[in-house]
């Protein structure tokens, strides 16, 4: 398997403009996760979907923040309108949820986000 | 609820010392508990982790972890440390649903 997968890997973009982050999740796998990580607050989840359904969004910033789970293969993070202190590095994660399992995550390489 | 306290945010060590790395966890329900680790640029990468039975866990590239329960604790350590090892360590526990990560410690091992 090719593990999950992230695009872009790099994105620089200027204030105001729509940013939309894409993950594929590892084939089988029922949860996904979406993470921001920065050097002031570390690791931070943003939301979580079980089964395509968001079951998790207390995370997320505010409303410029959404995320969609379309199907079990693909997810977005879209941004809009960005703001410098957006710039992060963002991580989706998948797992099988199984009962007993302790449901253990799979991390993309990241997205790094930079807001001009 | 779950939460991950890692006791250090730094831990510099010289090569081929032992270290020990921190963590205690709170929770409410049975727990599962792991140990991430991430190199510079990559994305986090599972070291070990405890489902049940022995609480003493052990990696392919000799780290270990013990589950403490009546401490509450998961700490990590390995007898002698290579440069290689320098990375940050995240401890991380799950109930079974999502997963809550400490804020991370970064071993720094020196020659």
């Known amino acids: 398997d090719a593990g999950v997968i992230q695009s872009p890997r790099h994105e620089v973009t200027e204030m105001g403009q729509e940013v939309t982050l894409r993950c594929k999740p590892i084939?089988?796998?029922?949860?996904l996760f979406w993470y921001r990580q920065t050097m002031m607050r570390g690791l931070e989840l943003l939301i979580y979907?079980?089964?395509?359904?968001?079951?998790?969004d207390s995370g997320m910033p505010e409303d410029r923040f959404s995320a969609k789970m379309p199907n079990a293969s693909f997810s977005t993070l879209k941004i809009q309108p960005s703001e410098p202190r957006d710039s992060a590095v963002y991580f989706c994660?998948?797992?099988?949820?199984?009962?007993?399992?302790?449901?253990?995550?799979?991390f993309g390489p990241g997205t790094r986000l930079t807001v001009l | 609820a779950q939460s991950v306290t890692q006791l250090d945010s730094q831990v510099p060590v010289f090569e081929e010392a032992p270290v020990e790395l921190r963590c205690n966890y709170s929770s409410s329900v049975s727990v599962y508990l792991f140990w991430y680790v991430q190199y510079p640029n990559q994305g986090l990468q599972l070291l070990l982790k405890y489902l049940s039975g022995s609480t003493l866990v052990e990696s392919i590239n000799g780290f270990e972890a013990e589950f403490n329960k009546s401490q509450t604790s998961f700490h990590l350590r390995k007898p002698s440390v290579h440069i290689s090892a320098t990375a940050e360590y995240y401890c991380?526990?799950?109930?079974?649903?999502?997963?809550?990560f400490g804020a991370g410690t970064r071993l720094t091992v020196k020659p």
């Open positions: 084939s089988g796998h029922n949860s």
């Open positions: 991380a526990v799950s109930g079974g649903g999502d997963m809550r």
């Open positions: 994660a998948s797992s099988l949820a199984q009962r007993g399992a302790g449901n253990e995550q799979f």
């Open positions: 979907f079980n089964n395509n359904v968001p079951i998790d």
